[in-house]
């Protein structure tokens, strides 16, 4: 989906409550959810850390639902404050949590309450204490300017109505020289050349 596109207050609702309905469900279980692999199987095929997936409760891996590996694109050091957009049901915000050790710190984020809740329970069967989840827009981080070393996000921005925006917040938020490190998925195809076509296809 291009940037430039303006839509209306009931849009975004529309848009929303469907991102809502399917992250409800998903929260349960993402298996049968989407047409790639979830679940361990996910990881696996992504080449998550195999350190990672050993270490981390079953249960807890059976909640990923990524599209792609994020931490593929560059290194979380030990000490670094990181930000994940659309944390999910947290499985990505736990693994940069024991990357960045006890010294540094994540905070997930995201708009489905349902994701929230199954994130910290993924969270209480780790003994870490360096992570917190919020219900917060990526469009409006309410952080102060330079806070984190890294941003990272798996899945999300593509669902994002004004994705200039929330651009424009990560970089608020992020130090200098700090790194973004998306994975996502990007349309091929033409979009829909109005704009109740695409919300339509949005959000359903």
Not at 85 to 97: H, L, Q
Not at 112 to 141: C, P
Request: with cysteine; glycine share 8%.
């Amino acid at each position: 989906m291009t940037m430039n596109h303006q839509f209306t207050s009931e849009d975004r609702k529309r848009i929303r409550n469907g991102i809502q309905q399917k992250y409800t469900k998903v929260a349960r279980s993402p298996e049968g959810n989407f047409r790639y692999p979830t679940g361990r199987a996910g990881l696996e095929a992504q080449k998550y850390n195999h350190e990672f997936l050993r270490v981390l409760p079953e249960d807890v891996l059976s909640s990923y639902c990524g599209v792609g590996n994020p931490f593929r694109l560059g290194p979380i050091d030990e000490g670094n404050a990181v930000l994940d957009i659309g944390c999910g049901t947290g499985v990505n915000s736990i693994i940069a949590a024991m990357i960045a050790g006890p010294t540094g710190r994540v905070v997930g984020i995201d708009m489905v309450s349902e994701m929230l809740e199954k994130a910290k329970q993924n969270l209480s069967k780790t003994s870490l204490n360096n992570i917190e989840f919020h219900e917060y827009s990526a469009e409006e981080l309410p952080f102060p300017d330079k806070s984190f070393d890294v941003v990272i996000s798996n899945g999300v921005f593509n669902l994002i109505p004004d994705k200039l925006k929330a651009l424009s917040e990560v970089y608020r938020v992020l130090k200098t020289n700090g790194k973004i490190m998306i994975a996502d998925q990007i349309l091929t195809d033409e979009s829909p050349s109005d704009i109740k076509s695409m919300v339509d296809k949005w959000a359903g």
